[in-house]
């Protein structure tokens, strides 16, 4: 064995011990992040997001890494993205993983009892105490008519049960305004009648609500404030939601409006 070789060649070893090193655990960190982020996305139940999550999921589960790294350091220059071998190598690695990664976050989420579910923010970001949580998460599940499947796991609950738990959850956090976007989509027209009854509960308490809905009976019957937007453009707003429904000011909103008439 001659050492003198090994000795000339050990600073090339330690280098290729630090680069592995850096891809390994930086690969990984993406990995955990793309990971959690979609099984967040998936569990959300909002649509578009599961065909894209589960689209990446499908692609990068279902493709061998070579594939992928040579797609990432040969394929992306012809398109004027150019990354460096290292960075290669942790894009794929994360990529890859994430994909991975994401089935196991998803099941772990969907294997937290309701209640449980409920109480990890509360608990773990604000940092309070889990019997004063659990007190006032019981008593919103009872106000929402759920109180009776505390125990229960997401995947025994219908569309509409699992919307009515979002709201709990989202409640235990004491949020100053509550962000609603379409939280009826996709649901049938009973289960939309069980969400939209806890909404307009939380109006008449006065909760602070921002909400975003093609459900015209409900915006009329909860509003206190309409705007009408198109393109990201405000067509109209008023401070009157009778008036508004009865007699809008723009030729759009009437349109709009219109297209609910089907006498």
């Known amino acids: 064995m001659d050492f003198e070789v090994m000795k000339a060649y050990l600073p090339r070893f330690w280098d290729a011990l630090l680069l592995t090193l850096r891809i390994g655990w930086q690969g990984v960190a993406l990995a955990l992040a793309l990971g959690v982020a979609c099984a967040v996305a998936v569990h959300w139940e909002i649509p578009v997001l599961r065909q894209i999550v589960g689209g990446y999921i499908e692609l990068f589960r279902n493709t061998p890494l070579l594939v992928q790294l040579f797609f990432l350091y040969f394929a992306l220059p012809k398109i004027g993205v150019?990354?460096?071998a290292e960075t290669c190598g942790k894009l794929g690695?994360?990529?890859?993983?994430g994909a991975y990664m994401a089935e196991t976050f998803r099941s772990g989420l969907e294997n937290i009892p309701i209640l449980e579910n409920i109480l990890l923010a509360p608990m773990k970001v604000q940092?309070?105490?889990r019997a004063e949580v659990e007190k006032e998460a019981l008593e919103l599940l009872e106000r929402v008519g759920l109180a009776d499947r505390k125990n229960d796991y997401p995947r025994q609950l219908s569309g509409g049960q699992k919307q009515r738990v979002a709201i709990?959850?989202?409640l235990c956090m004491h949020p100053e305004i509550l962000l609603l976007d379409e939280i009826t989509a996709a649901l049938d027209p009973e289960m939309v009648r069980e969400v939209l009854d806890v909404v307009l509960s939380l109006a008449k308490a006065g909760s602070t609500m921002v909400i975003v809905t093609h459900e015209m009976n409900f915006a009329r019957a909860i509003a206190d404030?309409?705007?009408f937007i198109e393109n990201g453009t405000v067509v109209e707003q008023s401070d009157n939601p009778k008036?508004?429904?009865a007699s809008p000011e723009t030729d759009r909103a009437k349109a709009f409006l219109k297209s609910f008439d089907y006498e």
């Open 168 to 170: 709990v959850r989202a």
């Open 93 to 97: 690695l994360g990529l890859l993983g």
């Open 82 to 84: 150019r990354i460096s």
């Open 243 to 245: 008036a508004f429904f």
């Open 127 to 129: 940092k309070r105490p």
């Open 225 to 227: 404030r309409i705007l």
